[in-house]
């Protein structure tokens, strides 16, 4: 196990999780698409509004054996902080989550056993809500589409999600957030008393000879 699995990571899983920072209006829907699923149009099915995260009406199988692959794109770049999901129960919980970044297609089986991703998780067991797995930040700070390869269920033949989520933000919101701490003097006499000695002092400066 390496130290990216959350099995010996010393960031553990919230396994209550919420509904801030979530970006679900922020996926592309529509073009998310999978590999090796029973029905390749639930891939989308199990991208749900936050409300919906414990509806088990809708999920996804995998199909000739236990590895699956979705495809998520987002609308635009966005910074990602965690990932949410919810597994099947039993023999069909996948143990393992590989996560490929910024491919403009899906990562195919072929690819994803020759590349290395950008981050391979140990997926908790046992769990029947939602699980909250935290990202490191700076590997997934500019992301426009994420592949996501389940795998290694505890049956060995077939594995099973429930809801797929994400949390985050987009490089618009982070600039928002920096423009709030941005406050300007209104006038040179409101200046920190420290920067009208200091235009003082360059004044003197300019004019000695």
């Given at each position: 196990?390496?130290?990216?699995?959350?099995?010996?990571?010393?960031?553990?899983?919230?396994?209550?999780?919420?509904?801030?920072g979530?970006?679900?209006?922020?996926i592309?829907?529509?073009?998310?698409?999978?590999?090796?699923?029973v029905?390749?149009?639930?891939?989308?099915?199990?991208i749900?509004?936050?409300?919906?995260r414990d509806?088990t009406?809708?999920?996804?199988?995998?199909g000739?054996?236990?590895?699956?692959?979705?495809?998520?794109?987002?609308?635009?770049?966005?910074?990602?902080?965690?990932?949410?999901?919810?597994?099947?129960?039993?023999?069909?919980?996948?143990?393992?989550?590989?996560?490929?970044?910024?491919?403009?297609?899906?990562?195919?089986?072929?690819?994803?056993?020759?590349?290395?991703?950008?981050?391979?998780?140990?997926?908790?067991?046992?769990?029947?809500?939602?699980?909250?797995?935290?990202?490191?930040?700076?590997?997934?700070?500019?992301?426009?589409?994420?592949?996501?390869?389940?795998?290694?269920?505890?049956?060995?033949?077939?594995?099973r999600?429930?809801?797929?989520?994400?949390?985050?933000?987009t490089?618009s919101?982070?600039?928002?957030?920096?423009?709030?701490?941005?406050i300007?003097?209104a006038?040179?006499?409101?200046?920190?008393?420290?920067?009208?000695?200091?235009e003082?002092?360059?004044?003197?400066?300019?004019?000695?000879?």
């Open positions: 196990m390496s130290d990216s699995d959350y099995g010996s990571n010393s960031v553990a899983p919230d396994l209550a999780g919420g509904d801030a979530n970006i679900f209006g922020l592309n829907r529509d073009n998310v698409h999978g590999l090796n699923l029905v390749p149009e639930d891939a989308k099915e199990i749900k509004p936050w409300n919906e509806d009406m809708k999920f996804a199988d995998s000739v054996d236990d590895q699956m692959i979705i495809h998520v794109p987002f609308t635009q770049s966005v910074r990602l902080k965690s990932i949410i999901v919810k597994l099947g129960r039993g023999e069909v919980t996948p143990r393992h989550l590989r996560l490929y970044a910024n491919y403009p297609n899906i990562v195919d089986f072929a690819d994803a056993e020759v590349t290395k991703p950008q981050l391979d998780i140990s997926l908790l067991e046992g769990e029947t809500g939602v699980v909250e797995y935290p990202l490191r930040v700076a590997a997934f700070a500019n992301i426009s589409s994420l592949s996501l390869y389940f795998s290694d269920s505890v049956g060995g033949d077939s594995s999600i429930y809801y797929l989520g994400f949390k985050g933000e490089r919101d982070r600039r928002d957030a920096s423009s709030k701490l941005e300007p003097a006038n040179a006499a409101d200046a920190p008393i420290v920067d009208r000695l200091s003082k002092a360059a004044g003197q400066q300019t004019t000695a000879r």
